[in-house]
């Protein structure tokens, strides 16, 4: 099993900024892609940004300019710095990763973190 956990959310005036933070732990021969989306109530959760091993990133249309996606592959983390944040970026964050679990096998796993909420208002 492969657990991710996340931290760093909160409540932050518009304009403010954020840096999320999720690592990963358990069972991981390697990770693929890392990631995070969003999602609001009564909304289908949507992609934020996401990177791969090799450090390609790709960005929503939305965020693109203000949000930064990295990763410390030694340390299996995926961070989000979220700048020049507005009142429409306030939803639940959730990490996610694609992982490989053992050197045996070329399976690829979907793992997703608890979420964290992230509130954008003065």
């Known amino acids: 099993q492969v657990q991710l956990v996340e931290s760093g959310g909160g409540l932050v005036q518009p304009g403010g900024s954020l840096r999320l933070s999720c690592a990963a732990s358990?069972?991981?021969?390697?990770?693929?892609?890392m990631g995070w989306y969003r999602q609001v109530p009564g909304k289908q959760r949507e992609l934020v940004a996401v990177i791969t091993s090799g450090g390609s990133t790709n960005y929503a249309d939305s965020v693109k300019g203000r949000f930064t996606i990295s990763r410390d592959n030694a340390k299996n983390t995926v961070y989000l710095q979220m700048n020049s944040l507005k009142p429409e970026d306030t939803a639940v964050y959730y990490c996610?990763?694609?992982?490989?679990?053992?050197?045996?096998?070329?399976?690829?796993?979907?793992?997703w973190g608890q979420g964290t909420q992230v509130t954008v208002s003065s």
């Open positions: 358990g069972s991981i021969f390697s990770i693929n892609g």
């Open positions: 996610n990763a694609r992982v490989r679990q053992t050197s045996s096998s070329t399976v690829v796993y979907n793992y």
